[in-house]
């Protein structure tokens, strides 16, 4: 057995790499469902699965009982809330997180009521709410984040080493907020959105690599469905295959051979309707709770299409609105170089600088990364006043971005590492990776201190990350305390 893993580490040490990692951020993860977003995702699953139906509003009363400072009760059980169409209560998450839960969450299920017909855990009631069904979610979010992190790095290969597309994968994962919605807040989308869009990436090169392969495209359109369901916006990472396709077309019509254009066609048309009978049940279950096949108003009437914040979702050294967009005075009032992505995770800089050069150096790859990134950039930016995401962890948006920017930052760690000695890259990698981990420690344990999620203070944010070990000294055995230290964190 030594001697497979010793050929095995010594193929490819920096798939070892990250397995170590990936236990140690399930065993430091706290696996809960706790606020609003987290229980609007969860009550999906949990009423389709014991009560049939789509009435959310014995989850929403539960989970507020269970957690009365989670502010559910002044959101989600609001009148306001209820659509008047169905008289239901909303819910404004979409299903996919519930779809790609539902195989852990009835398993469990299955386990514990297999349990108590032979008399064991009668004191966890097989309710939906305990805490078997609630790891279950959580622990399924951070296993398919990891499934995408193995595939995002086995794709940035393909241009790129494996030595940088190893360091560029821990870098993004480790020193950007992923990690934080993979271990501490793992009932959001965002880890699901990130192993959705890994699949779409995967899959849309699959189709540039092999366009004769119907399955490839099949696959495509599965994975394009699916990110409707797990996150509306990205939908528009369809701009990939779209510009894939769109640069073929324009050379078959420049070189006028309109028939290279022929084989595609039976491979779009599956595409199409593989994607359309996947993303189906969404608007099955809009019409069921909102009376209507569209998404809810609270998110639709957010979108200002000229993107006012589009600058401030990097970096907000203005926060203010754009004057060519129109807007007035907005109600929030946002401190400048608090809330852009660039400003918590400075890694992404240098992974959007690498974009930019595998758009130049590989433009079939790169070019649709590119735009699909800056198109997420336009959207968030036309959130209205919510584009700040004031209360969360960095800019949680881009998560779904992640994968472009691991190949980004793989390309560039691959020019760079010829001109700089290798270790240096490691070791400012690893400085990323060490002020994330302390904004992390931070916005969590001494949240009441930094108030961190609200935004960075300057120079404030210095000050706390230089004290945070003294501060992790004095609680010493807490912070492994998980009841102490963190609300809902015991059954």
Known sequence: MWNWIRNYYQKDAGQILLGVLMLVCLAGALPRVYATDEVQYYAWLRSAWFDHDVNFANEYTRFAEMNPQSGIDKSLLMPNRIRPLTGLYGNIAPIGS?????????????????????????????DGYSWPYQRAVCYASAIYAMLGILIV????????????????TVGIWLA???????????????????????????????????????????????????????????????????????YIAWNALRARQIAVLRPYVAPMLICALVAGFTVAPQFLAYKLVNGVAKPAS???????????HAMDTLIDFDPSPEP?????????????????????????????????GLARRHPTAGAPMLVAFLLQVWLNGAFGTTWHLSGAFGFRRFVECS????????????????RIHPRILIACVVALIGWNMGLIINATLFNS???????????????WQWELPMRMWQKGAVLFDRCRVIKNGCP
């Not at 790095?153 to 560029?168: G, V």
């Not at 366009?211 to 990110?227: D, E, F, K, N, V």
């Open 98 to 126: 519930a779809l790609l839960w539902a195989p852990w969450f009835v398993a469990t299920d299955a386990g514990l009521r297999s349990l108590h017909a032979v008399g064991l855990a009668n004191n966890i009631p097989a």
């Open 153 to 168: 790095r086995q794709l940035a290969q393909t241009w790129t080493s494996r030595w940088s597309s190893t360091l560029a």
């Open 176 to 246: 950007s907020p992923l990690i934080y919605y993979m271990t501490i807040q793992m009932p959001f989308a965002h880890a699901n959105g990130f192993f959705v869009t890994c699949c779409f990436v995967w899959c849309w090169w699959q189709t540039v690599l092999t366009p004769q392969r119907l399955s490839r495209w099949g696959l495509l359109g599965i994975s394009a469905g699916m990110l409707y369901m797990v996150r509306e916006q990205l939908i528009l990472l369809m701009i990939m295959p779209t510009i894939s396709l769109g």
């Open 298 to 308: 609270e998110v639709s009437s957010k979108l200002n299409l000229c993107s006012p």
């Open 324 to 356: 060519i967009c129109g807007v007035g005075v907005e109600p929030v009032s946002i401190t400048a170089w608090s809330r852009g992505a660039l400003v918590w995770s400075p890694i992404l800089l240098p992974a959007i600088i690498g974009l930019v």
């Open 403 to 418: 994968p472009l920017f691991i190949c980004g930052l793989a390309f560039l760690l691959d020019y760079l590492k010829s």
């Open 449 to 463: 201190l930094t108030n961190m999620r609200r935004g960075l203070t300057w120079p404030d944010v210095w000050q």
